[in-house]
């Protein structure tokens, strides 16, 4: 099993301005003339932690990570007007374009995942290579299993907290009660909601409960950014045009080298996504790892990913 590489600190990091109303910030960090990589995290809304730089050999890789709109330490914090699918891809281009970057290697689970077929889809001559992980293309009964019924079979327990801020006349339809108040002027509905709706996440991303990442996702400050972005972009079905996009414009991207990581047991991001993808495009490595949930810790998932990252350093990096 292969463990993470040790902590290392970014040797650049600033803030970017890329819109009227949006800074985000960004960091650089392994080697200035390693293989450039870009690291795209989940949610929307989650941020980069620190802990991600050691996915990636330090010798190898200049790693790039930033906080999309709206979280992390961007700024504004836990904003939703201007924030879009569209804008964290131009963002991505933007921040390629600030560091001097001609291509690079896309690395996403969950969310991450999602905006690297976005990105990926879009720009493709700028992608050498695709990391995915947890797969979620944010269609329709994704949404339902997670939020609605479905995951709730196998956590009745937390799902039991998920249901508490919503009255039982609105639970028919959870991400719009939910909406409601993550977007209410009353602060206390809001981080009441953004609370319970973020460590319904937290509670069911790991085969095993972590205690620890219960204590950051039910952080008000995490869990605002994190449920309002999250919520928004799920009401707003991803700002994609049709719900199956990521899936029917693979042909743009079919051509790249990637590598698709997938836990059997994610109920955050059920593995018929991923095993879709596979379908769509057979080119693309699938690595099941059957003794995991969703989150980019768990250990089979954490090994199986440094493992693609160590191979695709080895590879050139022209296409
Ligand atoms: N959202 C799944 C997702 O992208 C439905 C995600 N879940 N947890 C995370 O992201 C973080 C660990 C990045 C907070």
Redesign the pocket.
């Given at each position: 099993m292969r463990e993470l590489y040790p902590p290392i600190e970014p040797f650049q990091e600033g803030y970017l301005q890329v819109s009227n109303l949006h800074t985000i910030h960004y960091e650089e960090s392994g080697n200035p003339q390693g293989q450039p990589i870009i690291v795209l995290?989940?949610?929307p809304g989650?941020g980069c932690p620190p802990f991600y730089r050691q996915y990636f050999h330090p010798k190898k890789w200049r790693i790039v990570m930033f906080d999309q709109r709206g979280c992390g330490q961007s700024k504004p914090h836990a904003e939703l007007r201007e924030n879009t699918t569209w804008d964290l891809v131009d963002d991505i281009e933007k921040l390629r374009a600030h560091l001097g970057i001609e291509k690079w290697v896309v690395f996403g689970g969950?969310?991450?995942s999602t905006l690297s077929l976005a990105y990926s889809q879009t720009h493709p001559s700028r992608c050498t290579g695709l990391i995915l992980r947890g797969i979620?293309m944010l269609r329709q009964q994704e949404l339902r299993w997670?939020y609605q019924e479905g995951a709730s079979y196998i956590f009745p327990d937390a799902w039991e907290e998920y249901l508490k801020p919503i009255p039982p006349a609105e639970r028919d339809d959870l991400l719009t009660a939910y909406y409601k108040r993550l977007t209410s002027p009353d602060i206390q509905i809001r981080l009441e909601a953004a609370r319970a709706w973020s460590v319904w996440?937290a509670s069911t991303?790991r085969l095993f409960l972590d205690p620890e990442l219960m204590l950051i996702f039910g952080n008000n400050e995490f869990a605002d950014a994190?449920a309002r972005i999250?919520c928004h972009y799920f009401i707003n079905k991803g700002f994609l045009e049709t719900e199956n996009q990521l899936l029917l414009n693979i042909d743009r991207i079919r051509h790249i080298p990637a590598a698709i990581v997938q836990g059997r047991y994610d109920m955050?991001?059920p593995m018929i996504s991923a095993w879709e993808l596979h379908r769509a495009w057979p080119e693309a490595e699938f690595i099941i790892v059957p003794d995991a949930g969703?989150?980019m810790s768990e250990p089979g998932i954490k090994s199986a990913l440094i493992e693609k990252t160590d191979k695709f350093a080895d590879q050139p990096s022209q296409y």
């Open positions: 995290h989940g949610g989650g969950s969310w991450g979620f997670f996440e991303s994190f999250e955050v991001c969703h989150s």
